[in-house]
Nanobody
Framework: QLQLVESGGGLVQPGGSLSLSCTASGFTLDWYTIAWFRQAPGKDREGVSCISNIDGTVRYAHSVEGRFVISRHNAENTVRLQMNSLKPEDTGVYYC??????????????????WGQGTQVTVSS
């Protein structure tokens, strides 16, 4: 029973903030590289942020750098994505994903084989 579950999505006004959580059951997230992806209607899934399983290195898409922060909370077996200064173009379904071993391209969906069900984020006035 290995699962990833996202939570924290919702409706927020432009300029507002949301915090998303990715919580694992059946395995320990600390052993995995974790990434957040998002998919807007009619568009491809894109990488948002990732955090390494080796040294904690984080990466961000250029579109969110300076606004989003990814972090581990190992006591809760959770990875969080703090999203600030939200824009309408941030709207989409947000997914978390996990990969073991060495991940060279951590913002590529093909690197991951464990996915959550997604949580909707809508940024609108």
């Amino acid at each position: 029973q290995l699962q990833l579950v996202e939570s924290g999505g919702g409706l927020v006004q432009p300029g507002g903030s949301l915090s998303l959580s990715c919580t694992a059951s059946g395995f320990t997230l600390d052993w995995y590289t974790i990434a957040w992806f998002r998919q807007a209607p009619g568009k491809d899934r894109e990488g948002v942020s990732c955090i390494s399983n080796i040294d904690g290195t984080v990466r961000y898409a250029h579109s969110v750098e300076g606004r989003f922060v990814i972090s581990r909370h190992n006591a809760e077996n959770t990875v969080r994505l703090q999203m600030n200064s939200l824009k309408p173009e941030d709207t989409g379904v947000y997914y978390c994903a996990a990969a073991s071993g060495i991940v060279r391209t951590c913002l590529s969906p093909s690197a991951y084989n464990r996915w959550g069900q997604g949580t909707q984020v809508t940024v609108s006035s």
